[in-house]
């Protein structure tokens, strides 16, 4: 991944400025306020409606997935289920091109697009162009028929998968879901991420923070052969799934909401400005009318006497030079800087640390 180090690390120190306007709390809300549906939605029956044998030519034909990619199989629903397939209302088909066209100030002052997406994506599992549909109970053939418990979210092979939740890491591998990745929330609910090309560096029983990259998009499992995504899924309280797509919709808009907060903290902290007002009392402060002999009178007491009146003139210039400056002010200004420092420092920790390889987080103070 390019890091282009410069403009990198001039972007982290200008978002620092989202944390004092409350810009990062869309991001980094507690995990409990996710797992709060925004529209209601039924999880699958564990078995066909009815266990009568499909007859011929009754069922209806439809284009299933090869695993989780819809169009690489066909099959026949059995009775029972075409109408639960019919019976969800589905909302429009979403993608993460208004975020991306969003963010791309930043990449024109220097910022990779990688790191534009870790930055400006929110909760957004994957951190880059992303198409997705409401996919919920689609009807799915590979290995076998069953209905579609999530979300598919396609995306360039590679693509970074980000922790949409704070949790601890499970990982996985074989099966349907090939390599998958797990995230339990301290409420005890389960993000699933699975068809992952990758493992990020982040091991099984570690903890992370929202926006740490866990993975990278595939398309393995049962999804092999078809379009690189991630399939994703939300089990409330560990149990069974709900539709993710109304909470994939939300943090898009979340993210799009965070734009102009991000950009503009990103302004501020290139301009390196102190606040006006601090600036004008700085100067006006400067203007304080000296208390010491006038400099002709000095220099004659020097050359009466060389070596006290030298050190007199010295004396009084340092005291002049003492006189014209607002000690409190530049206090003010120095606090001033010393917030921004600190405010800076924490918020490039927490930006950085999903870039930040484990073996180095403890070493370079990225927690």
Avoid: C
Wanted: hydrophobic share 40%; net charge positive.
């Amino acid at each position: 991944m390019r890091t282009n180090r410069g403009p990198w690390v001039r972007a982290v120190l200008a978002l620092a400025v989202v944390t004092l306007i409350g810009g990062i709390a869309v991001t980094r809300g507690a995990s409990a306020q996710l797992i709060t549906p925004t529209t209601t939605t039924t999880a699958p029956p564990a078995s066909p409606t009815t266990t009568e044998a499909p007859k011929s030519g009754t069922a209806p034909k439809l284009v299933g997935g090869g695993g989780d990619d819809p169009g690489s199989a066909k099959g026949v629903i059995p009775p029972g289920y075409a109408k639960i397939i019919a019976s969800v209302k589905r909302s429009r088909a979403n993608n993460t091109s208004g975020l991306i066209a969003a963010l791309q100030p930043l990449v024109d002052h220097g910022m990779d697009k990688t790191q534009a997406a870790i930055v400006g994506f929110g909760r957004f599992p994957v951190a880059g162009p992303t198409n997705f549909t409401d996919d919920w109970l689609n009807p799915r053939f590979t290995p076998a028929f069953h209905l579609h418990e999530g979300t598919d979210l396609f995306a360039p092979l590679g693509t970074p998968v980000r922790a949409p939740v704070d949790g601890v890491v499970r990982h996985t591998s074989g099966g349907a879901g090939g390599l998958a990745v797990y995230i339990r929330t301290v409420e005890g609910h389960d993000v699933y991420l699975a068809h992952l090309s990758a493992y990020s560096d982040v091991k099984p029983g570690q903890s992370v923070k929202v926006g740490d990259i866990v993975g990278f998009v595939g398309s393995t499992g049962n999804a092999a052969g078809g379009a690189a995504h991630v399939h994703f899924e939300i089990h409330p309280k560990g149990k069974g799934p709900v539709n993710p797509k109304p909470y994939l919709d939300q943090w898009v808009a979340q993210a799009l909401q965070m734009v102009p907060a991000v950009l503009q903290s990103y302004e501020i902290a290139q301009q390196n400005v102190v606040p006006q007002v601090l600036t004008e009392s700085l100067a006006q402060g400067s203007a304080i009318a000296p208390s010491s002999p006038p400099r002709a009178q000095l220099a004659w007491a020097s050359s009466a006497n060389p070596t006290g009146g030298a050190l007199r003139i010295a004396e009084v210039e340092a005291a002049v030079a003492s006189d014209r400056v607002n000690w409190t002010r530049r206090a003010e200004v120095a606090e001033f800087k010393r917030q921004q420092t600190a405010a800076a420092d924490a918020l490039a920790r927490v930006i950085v640390r999903p870039l930040t390889p484990l073996g180095l987080r403890d070493v370079l103070g990225v927690r």
